[in-house]
């Protein structure tokens, strides 16, 4: 199993940022997966879900209505687009696979695969 995250970078309070998670090594459209995130001195914070094929999304409370979570099948591929960023969303962020096929959760102790990450920085 192989998560590679990119689209990282710098980005100014209120500005925009994509990020994408290529997967391989597994049978993509069977699993959960989730976003994660690890600010300087914190755990890892899960920050959004998706289900196997899009039809629900879920997100903490501080994304909510400025994230959104996608993902694309046939390009084995999971999106997480950042609006009206703020500096608190500055991290590194990861992609998880859920352990379980089928199965959804947000408890990261249930993930058994994370990218290597990509870093968000929110400045002026």
């Known amino acids: 199993v192989q998560l590679v995250e990119s689209g990282g970078g710098l980005a100014q309070p209120g500005g925009s940022l994509r990020l994408s998670c290529v997967a391989s090594?597994?049978?993509?459209?069977?699993?959960?997966m989730s976003w994660a995130r690890q600010a300087p001195g914190k755990g890892l914070e899960w920050v959004s879900g998706?289900?196997?094929?899009?039809?629900?999304?879920y997100y903490a409370e501080s994304v909510k209505t400025r994230f959104t979570i996608s993902r694309d099948n046939a390009k084995n591929t999971l999106y997480l687009q950042m609006n009206n960023l703020k500096p608190e969303d500055t991290a590194l962020y990861y992609c998880?696979?859920?352990?379980?096929?089928?199965?959804?959760?947000?408890?990261?102790?249930?993930?058994?695969?994370w990218g290597q990450g990509t870093q968000v920085t929110v400045s002026s």
């Open positions: 998706i289900t196997l094929r899009s039809s629900n999304t």
């Open positions: 090594g597994f049978t993509f459209s069977n699993y959960v």
């Open positions: 998880g696979k859920v352990r379980r096929s089928h199965y959804y959760t947000a408890d990261l102790n249930q993930y058994d695969y």
